[in-house]
Every structure is written in C-alpha cells, then in structure tokens.
C-alpha cells in the first residue's frame, strides 16, 4: 500500500472521514507565499526535477547541508543529476523531518509516483519526473489550477510597479487570482544610507515632495492606494522582534528629522520609529479593510561567511526570543486600537515557548463591531513550526484561548510551485485532532458543525476574512 493513503497522517475513522468526504477536495486560498507573478505570468517550463525542487528552496538546503552535501551539490555547480542524487540520499535519512512527508505528497499529487524516493531509485524516479515536466499540464500556471488554487498572494516592496499583477488580472483563460502583498521592510531599514536612498525613490515614484514625517506618510499612502487598486488587500511585515515604544506627535516629527539627516539612531530611538511606522501603517490598513500580517520572531544570517558567498534566504536563519514580548505586543496593539487603527491582523509567532502569550493577547483586541469573526487571528504553524508537531500546538493553543472554528488556515509560504500539498499536510493534521477530539467524546458527533468547521478553516474562513473579489 501507498504511504499517502486516506489514513496517513490520520489516526481515527472521524478524522478520516472529514478529510476524505470534505477537506480533500476543498479549493486552496493562499493568502501568503512567495512566487513570483512574473514567473506565473510568463509560464515557463522547469528544466528538470531538480529546478523545481531544489532550486531557492532553503528548508531542503539546511536537511542537506546536515547530510553531509557538499556545497557545490546544493547552491554551486553540480549537474542536476548530482543535486537530485544528494537530494535523494537526504531524503532517505529525513524520517521525522516534515520535509519526507512533503516530499512523497508532491511526487504522488502531481507525477503520480508512490514509491519512496531513496539512493537506489532515485534515477528512476528523477526520468519519471522529467518525462512528465515536458507537458503543458506542468507549466506554473497550470500547476496552480490541478491544485485548486482560487486566490494566492505574493509578497512585494512597496515601490514595486506591479505590472505582472495588472497582466495576470486581464487574463482570460487562467482564473486564479494572483494579488500582490503589501511588504515595506524598507521602511524598517536601520542602516541611514539606504533608508535615504529609499525615501529618494519613494518621493520620485509618488512625485511627492518628503522633508517632513507627514509628507513621508502620504507618500507612502499614495502607495498603499497604489496596492489597493490592484486587488491588495494584505500587508505583511517581518520584523526580528515586537517592540514598543511611544512618542509624542513632536517627537515623532524630530525624530524623522534625524532620520532623513542620516543620523544613527540608538536602539530605543529605532524602536520608537518602528512603533511610530506600525502605528500609522495600521491605520491606513484598516481604513481600506486590509489584513495586516506579522510575522516575528525569526534571526536571519546567522553565518556570516555563507551569507557572505551565497546571499540571503539560504537557510542560515533561526529562531529567536525576546524579553518583555507581552508588554510590548499588548501595547502595539492598544495603540493601534487607540488612534482608531487597529485592522484586521494575524500574527505569526516564530518561537513556539511564546504561543499562549500571543493567543491570550490576541483575545484581547477582538471585537466584532466590523461585522468579521475573529478580526485578530493567531497564523498557522509558520517556517519551523510547519512541521507536525509545530501544527498541533498553534491548534492547541488557539483553541485553547480563543476559536478554532474562525481559524483562517494555512498558507504556503513557500517559493515553489507544487507546495500545496502543505495545504494537504495540514488539513490532515486538522482532520486528525478534531476527529480525535469526537473519537474520545469531549466534542458531539454532530456532522453539521463539524462539517463546517472543516470547511471554514480549510477555506470559507479566508474567503469571508479577506475579502478579496
């Protein structure tokens, strides 16, 4: 028998039985990844197994490197035969890794293969695979439509010009809508030099004079207008950690001047400006209905001398931990509650120890005077936390403190296209914790309730959450 059957990952006949009958088959709204429209919009074919496994693909890079794969082999020169035997041979060696399961979930879903990939197969299955790369039915586009995808969002700077969004949405015979993301790191940007040079670009691309914090905040509200015209409806943020730290109209104006003389700012003054910046950010959102994401928590470029050679996103980052993240999360967010700003918001924590302190903050904020369930929402089990037991306990936790039922799902976050079967992964997961749940009696059996639970953390949820047609 197949490993990927109805009872992989599902423990109890409940649990099978929501997933076979209802989670299945449900389409996908991908509210958070990062593919790219261009490369959707010009539909180019893969090369091989290897470019569209291996390639940007981080989470597989760090497994390899822990193998024993010698560089040349993951990010350097090597034949893609040589990667995607490195690759097998790390495959065999992941058991409990998230990575094995993802890996037979894609080779069953889209080629149909049900043999476990290992250092003795792997020249089959690699010609299996690129036999089947050569049809039509495995460029981007149509990869997206065989995985039910309704509506995805990709992640964009906020000068970005969004042309491939405007393409993709004229688009007649592909019908998933493609939305950009809201992303301003460079707002955040610490360094002088190229904070100025991004306020330079910003006043070029707006046409707007910036000399003071106010000036500053139109553009970039001039931008936000920008997203929003094309379909934006999400904004999404990456910072290290949440800090708050409060100032004065006047000494946010100051401060701002210091910014745009090139000053290095102290920690506390950083600080404040990214208080300031969230604050003002929120605001806008929320007069559009957008979604405002967070997602904290992560240290990127831990090893200097590979990012030095390889770059960013090449899997050298980690978790990482903050002191006093309940103060400053609960204040963030009454500030923005304050200034009559506070949006619709999912935070994404990355240090799991800190669940039920994001949980319990979350319900804090809820209000449904905007007519949405759950207008805060605890994000899905997020980068090293998408894994089984990462799954389990975001669940746990947000049933815990607040509704699972008004969950809004998982996402992808990922720069490949057959990564939907995460989609799978975690309607799995979801399926056998709420069957468990009835299996042991501490829910009814009552299949009207249970049906739409699945169904709505699976996809009416986001679709009511976001708004998005």
């Known amino acids: 028998m197949s490993m990927i059957n109805k009872s992989f990952m599902i423990s109890n006949e409940p649990g099978q039985r929501l997933y076979s009958e209802l989670a299945k088959t449900l389409p996908i709204i991908d509210y958070h990844c990062h593919l790219e429209a261009k490369a959707i919009w010009e539909n180019k074919p893969f090369a091989d197994i290897t470019q569209l496994w291996l390639e940007g693909d981080h989470y597989k890079w760090r497994a390899m490197r822990a193998n024993g794969i010698p560089e040349r082999k993951i990010t350097g020169d090597a034949s893609s035969e040589e990667k995607f035997e490195a690759w097998a041979q790390t495959v065999e060696a992941s058991f409990g890794n998230p990575l094995y399961h993802w890996t037979h ?169 990214d208080s300031l910046i969230f604050v003002a950010l929120a605001k806008m959102y929320k007069q559009r209905d957008w979604a405002m994401q967070i997602h904290f928590g992560a240290i990127r470029n831990n090893n200097t001398p590979m990012f030095e050679k390889i770059g960013i996103n090449c899997g050298f980052d980690s978790i990482g931990d903050q002191t006093h993240l309940a103060e400053s999360l609960n204040g963030l967010l009454n500030a923005m509650a304050e200034n009559n700003g506070l949006p619709k918001t999912i935070l994404y924590n990355l240090n799991a120890s800190y669940n039920d302190v994001v949980a319990s903050t979350i319900a804090n904020f809820q209000s449904g005077e905007d007519g949405v369930k759950s207008p805060l929402q605890f994000g899905s089990g997020w980068w090293f936390n998408d894994t089984r037991r990462g799954m389990v306990n975001q669940l746990n936790a947000l049933a815990d403190q607040g509704l699972l039922s008004n969950f809004i799902g998982m996402l992808t976050d990922s720069r490949s296209f057959v990564s939907y079967t995460r989609h799978d992964y975690f309607r799995r997961i979801l399926c056998d914790l709420i069957g468990g749940w009835v299996e042991r009696g501490e829910v009814p059996e009552d299949d009207a309730i249970l049906n739409n639970m699945i169904r709505g953390i699976c996809v009416d949820n986001a679709r009511r959450y976001f708004r998005f047609r």
């Open 105 to 273: 979930l894609e080779l069953k879903y889209y080629f149909a293969i049900e043999e476990t990939l290992n250092s003795k197969n792997w020249r089959t299955i690699m010609a299996q695979c690129n036999e089947q790369l050569r049809r039509d039915d495995f460029l981007p586009q149509a990869l997206i439509t065989r995985s039910n995808v309704e509506a995805l969002c990709t992640t964009d700077g906020p000068l970005d010009d969004l042309e491939y969004h405007q393409r993709l949405a004229e688009k007649r015979d592909f019908s998933t809508l493609v939305l950009p993301t809201f992303r301003p790191d460079e707002l955040f940007e610490t360094h002088p030099d190229r904070f100025l040079t991004f306020v330079s670009r910003l006043s070029q691309k707006t046409g707007k004079t910036i000399t003071t914090l106010n000036e500053f905040l139109a553009a970039l509200e001039a931008r936000v207008d920008f997203f929003h015209s094309t379909g934006c409806r999400v904004s999404d943020h990456g910072p290290l950690a949440v800090r708050f730290r409060p100032l004065d109209a006047a000494g946010q104006a100051a401060l701002f001047q210091r910014r745009l003389a090139g000053d290095v700012l102290s920690e506390d003054e950083l600080q404040a400006w």
